[in-house]
T-cell receptor, first 121, second 108 residues
């Protein structure tokens, strides 16, 4: 399957500071990436759809000024949590969908990065 | 938007038994239904998927069935093993909307 890499895997930051998480598609170009948030023992909540070269599409209830998404290239999307607070502590996941349907891609399948554990103290 | 319901939230079975997880969806336009397995602290991994033009797909011990009329689909795991223990998520639509997850526990 396709390879999506996320960095950092774990980060601890102080309340009030900002932290950036990177998501890279390593073996394909991704015009669209997705950012999810997951609380312990909970499901994956879609935060936003990241579109290369344009503004991200945020889900209802997600503060776009707090969770800044930049998709500056076809292989990189970043999520910046600004003015972080302890309630922002969570597991953040990105995912990407390879283009087309040519083997080994199926056209609709999305692949996840390793995830980033954010702890705000 | 799409709404996906998943049941049960927890499923406990003995090694060798079968496990079935069920999902329903709301958007009749959805045509892609993947299943992901997530181990604690790790990324979800695609284990099987099905498209709306087929009713069943099988891959070794794992199978998925789809009933488009009733808008529900199910994951079937046969001959369960302890390493199958994980959280399983169903999803629907191209921008996947995930179910709440099922914690599968396989007792040796």
């Amino acid at each position: 399957g396709a390879v999506v890499s996320q960095h950092p895997s774990r980060v601890i930051c102080k309340s009030g500071t900002s932290v950036k998480i990177e998501c890279r598609s390593l073996d394909f170009q991704a015009t669209t990436m997705f950012w999810y948030r997951q609380f312990p023992k909970k499901s994956l909540m879609l935060m936003a759809t990241s579109n290369e070269g344009s503004k991200a599409t945020y889900e209802q209830g997600v503060e776009k000024d707090k969770f800044l998404i930049n998709h500056a290239s076809l292989t990189l999307s970043t999520l910046t949590v600004t003015s972080a607070h302890p309630e922002d502590s969570s597991f953040y996941l990105c995912s990407a969908r390879p283009p087309g349907t040519a083997f080994p891609y199926s056209g609709n399948t999305i692949y996840f990065g390793e995830g980033s554990w954010l702890t705000v103290v | 938007g799409e709404n996906v319901e998943q049941h049960p939230s927890t499923l406990s079975v003995q090694e060798g038994d079968s496990a079935v997880i069920k999902c329903t969806y709301s958007d009749s336009a959805s045509n892609y239904f993947p299943w992901y397995k997530q181990e604690l602290g790790k990324r979800p991994q695609l284990i099987i998927d099905i498209r709306s033009n087929v009713g069943e797909k099988k891959d070794q011990r794992i199978a998925v069935t789809l009933n488009k009329t009733a808008k529900h689909f199910s994951l079937h795991i046969t001959e369960t093993q302890p390493e199958d223990s994980a959280v399983y998520f169903c999803a629907a639509s191209r921008i996947p909307t995930f179910g709440r997850g099922t914690s599968l526990i396989v007792h040796p």
